[in-house]
């Protein structure tokens, strides 16, 4: 199973936001959405992501006011991203060893939607079924 076949399922909404708003403002937007990641994306340009991680070690462990913080401050700018044609052993891996649970999809420098960790493992569990189900039937016969 592919990246852009998670998407195709999931959608390819992308929620994202200024850098230049408060990290209260962001945090907001992601309860609002329902999402633990929301990307930073200036100019059609992906410049980073803000993660509910990245708020709660960068801004609350730190005594920080995420009304007086801006997304800039503390946003993780090296993004690890993922390509529409990726498969999703790849992506498990490399969120097991970049240690993140959110890879924006990028195609030709433009973000086409993001999966998360919870797309990863959905999309695992069904291709499991999928096993299970033709081994049962083979099994049957």
């Given at each position: 199973m592919?990246?852009?076949?998670?998407?195709?399922?999931?959608?390819?909404?992308?929620?994202?936001?200024?850098?230049?708003?408060?990290v209260?403002?962001?945090?907001?937007?992601?309860?609002?959405?329902?999402?633990?990641a929301?990307?930073?994306?200036?100019?059609?340009?992906?410049?980073?992501?803000l993660?509910?991680?990245?708020?709660?070690?960068?801004?609350?462990?730190?005594?920080?006011?995420?009304?007086?913080?801006?997304?800039?401050?503390i946003?993780?700018?090296?993004?690890?991203?993922?390509?529409?044609?990726?498969?999703?052993?790849?992506?498990m891996e490399?969120?097991?060893?970049q240690?993140?649970?959110?890879?924006?999809?990028v195609?030709?420098?433009?973000?086409?939607?993001i999966?998360?960790?919870g797309?990863?493992?959905?999309?695992?569990?069904e291709?499991q079924?999928?096993?299970?189900?033709?081994?049962?039937s083979?099994i049957?016969?």
């Amino acid at each position: 199973m592919t990246v852009n076949q998670i998407l195709n399922s999931k959608g390819k909404e992308i929620f994202s936001v200024a850098s230049t708003i408060t990290v209260y403002e962001a945090i907001k937007t992601m309860g609002e959405k329902n999402i633990g990641a929301v990307l930073i994306i200036e100019d059609s340009v992906l410049k980073g992501i803000l993660s509910e991680r990245d708020y709660a070690r960068k801004v609350v462990l730190k005594n920080k006011l995420s009304k007086e913080t801006f997304v800039h401050e503390i946003m993780e700018k090296e993004v690890v991203t993922v390509k529409p044609s990726d498969n999703i052993d790849y992506c498990m891996e490399l969120m097991s060893t970049q240690r993140v649970r959110h890879l924006p999809v990028v195609d030709n420098n433009a973000v086409v939607g993001i999966i998360s960790i919870g797309d990863v493992v959905k999309a695992i569990i069904e291709k499991q079924k999928e096993t299970i189900e033709h081994l049962h039937s083979y099994i049957s016969q």
